[in-house]
């Protein structure tokens, strides 16, 4: 099986997720970051809903959780913000992006799918899993 199937190419996605006090497990869903090894697209988008992150931790650090949510931007473009991920190649900067940490943005499990337009499908998730 290749990656190309009628004009569609496999792409690879995981949630981004705001969790504001690890200890109590809950998070919502802040963004979405899509990776197409055919193409070599990778790209993110974030949507912060503060006032659910509020309701789960009236101290979140606001200002921080943009931060973080802005910075998977900037690795996906590669541009000055990657820092030591702006030469890596798509997928290297995708494995990066997904890989676990415990901070208060995370990564979730990676999914996958099929697509004629990766560009395309990140708006769709970030519609239909975050907004």
Do not use: K
């Amino acid at each position: 099986m290749t990656a190309q199937h009628h004009g569609r190419d496999v792409f690879e996605y995981a949630l981004l997720r705001v969790v504001p006090r690890v200890e109590r497990g809950e998070q919502i869903n802040a963004g979405v970051v899509v990776y197409c090894r055919a193409t070599s697209f990778v790209a993110a988008r974030t949507h912060l809903d503060e006032a659910r992150l509020r309701a789960l931790d009236p101290s979140a650090d606001v200002a921080g959780v943009r931060a973080a949510l802005h910075a998977v931007e900037g690795v996906c473009h590669g541009g000055p913000a990657a820092g030591q991920a702006a030469g890596d190649d798509a997928g290297r900067r995708f494995r990066w992006l997904v890989a676990p940490r415990s901070t208060v943005v995370q990564p979730g499990p990676v999914h996958t799918g099929l697509t004629a337009d990766p560009r395309a499908e990140v708006e769709r998730l970030l519609e239909l899993l975050v907004r």
